[in-house]
């Protein structure tokens, strides 16, 4: 199935299926006609996958990037405009990006930037790739001072979104794409008894869909768009502490499954939803395989300060939250009110 994101003259389409990536050629011939050379960019673990198997039917080359996250540098970006540049690329070919996020949204840069913007399209390979990273717009790379802090906003022509590349993906890979699947379904107001016969290309689909209306009504963020950082308060908070512990203890996705879960405890100790909406954010979360508890090894005070730092905060403590009338950003939470939820469900409420 294909999902539109409808951004006017960029419109562009999300192809979900299995053998995704093969209509590459096609793509390339109908939205970059002048193209004569791609390149491919990911990072040697991916270039050796049995699905590796790209063909753009034109002069193609690869260019590798570091491994994971360690792509998302300054240094690997300058390392790829390089490469782009010694290959002569010009500006009416194309920059494929095929990996997780983290190639994606560095692919996404560099084809943002080099020669002032060149053709780009997204072969997602990771669940959170698939149902976020790879759609939308941002790109990017890190700083020392943070996550993400050096970007631009720049659509792909496309996205391939290929089923068949998610076999080779471990499973800690899938359940990090699963806790964004759940934020997308809780957002979309889904039941967690659907999800016993749902198939995994219906559940990106859903995500999909989501991501897409709510990118095409607010393209940088000013309001819509902000509904995605449903669970996100508290995920980051956790992602920031763990991440000083040992980079390898949290996965972002595991964070927003529990996140998730607060959000609507504290949507309930605020009075905006009962008891039923607990149980079927709990219920969703344990459908999809998701643990949902805050570990002890959390200390509530470091988590306030970091979501009171979050780059989306302006020092108050703002989360998503459901409520009468659905989803809404609400800022200045009640710092008492925040903490008293935090203890409870640290302890297992
Ligand atoms: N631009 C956005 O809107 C957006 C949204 C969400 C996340 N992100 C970014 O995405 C990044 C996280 O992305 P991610 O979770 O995909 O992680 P990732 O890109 O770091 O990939 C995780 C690991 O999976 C491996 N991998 C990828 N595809 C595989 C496959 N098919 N088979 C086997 N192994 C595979 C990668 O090599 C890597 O080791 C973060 O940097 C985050 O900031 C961006």
């Known amino acids: 199935m294909k999902v539109g994101v409808d951004l006017g003259e960029r419109r562009y389409d999300v192809v ?4 995704a990536r093969r209509r590459l050629k096609t793509l ?16 040697a673990s ?39 540049a010694a290959a002569r690329l010009s500006r009416d070919d194309v920059v494929v990006g095929v990996g997780g996020g983290a ?14 913007g060149v053709g780009l399209i997204n072969v997602p ?41 998610l076999a080779t993906l471990s499973d800690r890979e899938r359940r990090s794409g699963l806790g964004e699947v759940a934020k997308c379904w809780l957002l979309e107001g889904r039941r967690a008894e659907d999800l016993a016969t749902v198939a995994l290309e219906s559940l ?68 905006r939803v009962g008891d039923e909406v607990v ?10 395989g998701l643990a949902r508890r805050l570990s002890d090894s959390y200390d509530i005070d470091e988590l306030i300060e970091a979501m009171r730092h979050d780059k989306k905060a302006r020092h108050d403590l703002r989360f998503v939250l459901a409520g009468p009338g659905g989803f809404s950003l609400v800022g200045d ?12 469900f640290k302890g297992g409420q």
């Open 46 to 84: 991916l270039a050796a996958q049995p699905w590796f198997d790209l063909d753009s039917g034109l002069d193609q080359f690869v260019a590798l990037v570091p491994e994971g996250e360690s792509a998302k540098t300054v240094g690997a970006l300058g390392e790829l405009v390089e490469t782009l």
């Open 333 to 344: 939470v009640d710092e008492t009110v925040v903490r008293t939820a935090l203890a409870r």
């Open 103 to 116: 190639v994606t949204d560095l692919a996404g840069f560099a084809a943002a930037s080099y020669l002032r």
């Open 16 to 19: 979900i299926e299995a053998g």
């Open 279 to 288: 149980d079927e954010h709990d219920a969703v979360l344990d459908a999809l």
């Open 125 to 165: 390979t990771t669940l959170v790739g698939q149902v976020d990273a790879a759609i939308g717009g941002k790109t990017g790379v890190n700083l020392a001072a943070g996550k993400n802090l050096l970007g631009a906003f720049y659509q792909p022509l496309g996205v391939l979104c290929d089923a068949e590349v």
């Open 28 to 43: 390339i011939e109908a939205h970059a006609p002048g193209a004569k050379s791609v390149a491919l960019v990911t990072s």
């Open 204 to 271: 990106i689909a859903v995500s999909v869909e989501l991501k897409a209306r709510l990118v095409a009504g607010d393209e940088r963020e000013g309001g819509a768009r902000a509904l995605l950082n449903y669970g996100h308060t508290l995920a980051h908070a956790m992602e920031k502490v763990a991440l000083a512990r040992d980079p390898d203890e949290l996965r972002h996705g595991e964070a927003v499954a529990v996140g998730l879960a607060f959000a609507a405890r504290l949507a309930r100790d605020l009075a």
